[in-house]
């Protein structure tokens, strides 16, 4: 199925947060690297979510606020109404739930944990 020119821009955008994902995962730096890599994860998915819903012509934006919709709603909606399977739902949410205690707190995550959801 071809996508919609918005559908397509948020999936790029996706792609491009996971390859990024993928290069700062594999970089011998490693300042900042866990907090990054989870940062373009969480980044990609939410892109392919949306991307999924404007795809399905569903609203993003909130008209109140004019801002778009949170990576919360954006997963409801596609494990609601739009075929996202609960194991890949919960993964984005472990991903979603690493990169918030990475960003706003101390986390130590393993290098196992690390590489199980990056893969994931």
């Known amino acids: 199925m071809p996508l919609i020119r918005d559908?397509?821009?948020?999936?790029?955008?996706?792609?491009c947060s996971l390859r990024l994902a993928m290069s700062t995962f594999n970089s011998y730096d490693d300042e900042g690297r866990v907090c990054s890599v989870l940062l373009h994860l969480q980044h990609g998915?939410?892109?392919l979510?949306?991307?999924?819903?404007v795809q399905k012509k569903v609203?993003?934006?909130?008209?109140?606020?004019?801002?778009?919709?949170?990576?919360?709603?954006?997963?409801?909606?596609?494990?609601?109404?739009?075929?996202?399977?609960e194991?890949?739902?919960?993964?984005?949410?472990?991903?979603d739930a690493l990169r918030d205690a990475e960003q706003h707190w101390f986390a130590k995550i393993e290098e196992d944990v690390l590489y199980l959801h990056t893969r994931a």
């Not at 979510?49 to 819903?53: A, E, F, G, I, Y």
């Not at 194991?87 to 991903?95: D, L, P, Q, S, Y």
């Open 87 to 95: 194991t890949e739902a919960g993964i984005m949410r472990a991903i």
């Open 49 to 53: 979510l949306k991307s999924v819903l």
């Open 45 to 47: 998915c939410e892109m």
């Open 7 to 15: 559908a397509k821009t948020l999936s790029h955008k996706a792609i």
């Open 59 to 85: 609203k993003v934006f909130d008209d109140k606020s004019g801002k778009s919709i949170g990576f919360d709603k954006c997963l409801n909606l596609c494990r609601q109404d739009h075929g996202l399977a």
